[in-house]
Nanobody, 112 residues
Framework: VQLQASGGGLVQPGGSLRLSCAAS?????MGWYRQAPGNQRGLVAS???????DYADSLEDRFTISRDNRKNALYLQMNSLKPEDTAVYYCKGRSRQGDVYWGQGTQVTVSS
């Protein structure tokens, strides 16, 4: 399975972005992770094919994850963006058998 993330860019503080991830096949678990310079990659949000979601602490009030199983697509709506949200955002997929897939990452920069 291949994952293709898109939608990153430069946005001012307080702005919004919507990230998309296109998968080449159906995947049970899909999630967004991010990595800022000097930091480890960490979970932003995830969703299973059944719709169960999980968010990193403090992000759920600004970020919303969703997926379209018919299109094998994953989305992340990010609102009220802050400079500390600046990072490379990665799409991750995992099958029920435990196979893990990563997309190439998309840069999000929040700056005035």
């Amino acid at each position: 399975v291949q994952l293709q993330a898109s939608g990153g860019g430069l946005v001012q503080p307080g702005g919004s972005l919507r990230l998309s991830c296109a998968a080449s096949g159906r995947i049970y678990f899909m999630g967004w992770y991010r990595q800022a310079p000097g930091n480890q990659r960490g979970l932003v949000a995830s969703v299973t094919s059944g719709g169960t979601t999980d968010y990193a602490d403090s992000l759920e009030d600004r970020f919303t994850i969703s997926r379209d199983n018919r299109k094998n697509a994953l989305y992340l709506q990010m609102n009220s963006l802050k400079p500390e949200d600046t990072a490379v955002y990665y799409c991750k997929g995992r099958s029920r058998q435990g196979d893990v897939y990563w997309g190439q990452g998309t840069q999000v920069t929040v700056s005035s």
